[in-house]
């Protein structure tokens, strides 16, 4: 995939047949959209582009109100790469661009890749108030020479994919729904770093993921599957503040069921499987390893099942 951050930079091969949104976490429903606009690219001899924003609108226009994101800038463009798409077109997104009225971003973006068609999904809006919803696109398309096909929400059991409804799972800590919604494991990823120590103490040394930029699911303990380079571990991960040992900052920390290696300093991914149960106080040191090596035994349970599903 050719990513580009400008219409001026935008070779394509052909006239576009291009699809537009913010595509935090990728989910489901954004990869349907994509499907769909690749398709169509294909039977038509178009170039198939995808049309993207960074920083995340919210984040400009709602500042430090905007809710967390579900990918990091790194991980969404290697997301959307792995759609098979032929370019990705992330404009810098400010207040300038969301003043725009519909007809301007026709004018000024979709104009100049010689859009021919135009693949929007069932909610989709843009433009200056929002203003440029299914109807006007396409009048606007008549205009300037581009079709306009909207897609049909997908939903999985029973729920919409959308970006809200993964953020909704992710903080509440429902794992296998966010999973479902975004077709695969929701993930953490970042550089490892020295925590207090502890886990080792107890007898479970742990990697410690650097907070990442990103929505954490809710606090508590997980069965996860850790990544570095080519390499893949069974885990268990708490989120949380060590309220056994007073509380503190809060820290992500994953304890490998086979193997001891030293990832510090190494980028890891932490995928999150399923959700063992709320951080918890104990009485003693003592009792929390003992209920560690509980979640050990659950999560190569729940580990075991999901590989032989």
Not at 134 to 142: C, F, K, S, T
Not at 190 to 218: M, Q, Y
Not at 248 to 253: C, F, K, P, V
Not at 287 to 297: F, G
Request: aromatic letters at 8%; proline letters at 5%.
């Amino acid at each position: 995939m050719d990513i580009y951050t400008s219409v001026e930079q935008a070779v394509l091969p052909a006239a576009a047949c291009v699809t537009i949104g913010n595509f935090d976490g990728v989910h489901q429903g954004h990869r349907a959209l994509i499907r769909r606009m690749r398709a169509k690219a294909a039977r038509l001899g178009l170039a198939s582009v995808i049309i993207t924003f960074w920083p995340h609108p919210r984040c400009v226009l709602a500042g430090k109100n905007a809710p967390a994101l579900l990918s990091s800038h790194a991980e969404r463009q290697n997301l959307l790469a792995a759609t098979g798409a032929d370019a990705l077109l992330e404009l810098p997104f400010t207040r300038e661009l969301a003043s725009l009225s519909p007809e301007e971003f026709v004018r000024r973006i979709l104009a100049p890749l010689r859009t021919r068609e135009l693949v929007i999904g069932y909610d989709f809006s843009l433009g200056r108030g929002r203003a440029g919803n299914y109807d006007v696109l396409r009048a606007l398309g008549e205009r300037y020479g581009f079709g306009v096909e909207g897609v049909s929400p997908v939903y999985v059991d029973g729920i919409v994919a959308s970006s809200t409804a993964v953020r909704d799972a992710v903080m509440n800590g429902s794992v296998a729904r966010a999973r479902a919604l975004l077709g695969r494991p929701y993930s953490l990823s970042g550089p490892v770093v020295h925590g207090f120590g502890r886990g080792r103490g107890l007898g479970f040394p742990t990697a410690n993921l650097a907070r990442p930029e990103v929505l954490l699911p809710r606090r508590g303990v997980y069965a996860t599957r850790v990544r570095c380079g080519g390499s893949v571990w069974p885990a268990v991960t708490n989120i949380g503040c060590n309220p056994t040992f007073g509380g503190g900052r809060l820290s992500i920390e994953s304890f490998l069921l086979d193997g001891d290696a030293n990832l510090y300093g190494r980028e890891i991914s932490v995928a999150f499987m399923a959700r063992l149960r709320d951080e918890q106080t104990f009485d003693s040191p003592e009792m929390l390893a003992a209920r560690i090596a509980v979640d050990v035994a659950e999560a190569r349970k729940v580990l075991a099942e999901d590989c032989a599903a």
